[in-house]
């Protein structure tokens, strides 16, 4: 039973366009999400995350939303660029303290074209 | 500012034999999560260290072992190979007040 999903495998949007990437996830007792993207032959870069206790996180050009009740996530990249292409997987906790562990979803690979 | 590094990057082993991964932690860092990545699928959590202690475990059999040194550097051994043992092996890192890890590019360990 996969605890964290993100449904598209892959998405491709034209640069300067919004991009949104979504995560459903199954455990009501998560509590804390993050967003990591990765580039070939590089491990996960953590880009952004977001409490239980907040709907919205905002870092730039990356914000995050969070739809308790429907147990889902997404990512959204206004605008979006060419080095924004990469694979980005969407994680969640059950806490976020030195004995926390995060699940993975499987990753969505974003292609933006110039 | 050195970042996770691992090492070997490749790895190339007999079923049954026995593997140790290495990791060093990013400048700062003192916990350290190992997780196991097949191909096309997300990171699954495998353990987590923090003060030479195992904090968290995954679902992962007891071939799977750690250890973390007081330099926060750590160690994933795993015992009796098997063919399913084949995947991108990645260690991350963190401080325990922050909020997302920092990943090796990981070790890439074939099971023949």
């Known amino acids: 039973d996969q605890q964290v999903k993100q449904n598209s495998p892959s998405l491709s949007v034209q640069e300067g366009r919004i991009s949104i990437l979504n995560c459903d996830y199954t455990?009501?007792?998560?509590?804390?999400f993050l967003w990591y993207k990765k580039y070939p032959a590089e491990g996960p870069t953590f880009l952004i995350s977001?409490?239980?206790?907040?709907d919205k996180n905002e870092d730039g050009r990356f914000t995050v939303f969070l739809n308790k009740s429907a147990k889902h996530l997404s990512l959204h990249i206004v605008p979006s660029q060419p080095g924004d292409s990469a694979v980005y997987f969407c994680a969640a906790s059950l806490f976020n303290t030195n004995a926390g562990k995060s699940t993975f979803g499987d990753g969505t690979t974003l292609t933006v074209k110039p | 500012d050195a970042g996770v590094t691992q090492s070997p990057t490749h790895l190339i082993k007999t079923r049954g034999q026995q593997v140790t991964l290495r990791c060093s932690p990013k400048?700062?860092?003192?916990?350290v999560s190992w997780y196991q990545q097949a191909l096309g699928q997300g990171p699954q959590f495998i353990f987590q260290y923090y003060e030479e202690e195992e904090r968290q475990r995954g679902n992962f059999p007891d071939r799977f072992s750690g250890h973390q040194f007081p330099n926060y550097s750590s160690e994933l051994n795993v015992n009796a190979l098997l063919l399913g043992d084949s995947a991108l092996y990645l260690c991350?890192?963190?401080?325990?007040?922050?909020?997302?890890?920092?990943f090796g590019s990981g070790t890439r360990l074939t099971v023949v």
């Open positions: 400048s700062g860092h003192d916990t």
């Open positions: 991350a890192s963190k401080r325990g007040t922050d909020y997302g890890y920092t």
């Open positions: 977001i409490s239980s206790i907040k």
């Open positions: 455990n009501s007792m998560f509590d804390y």
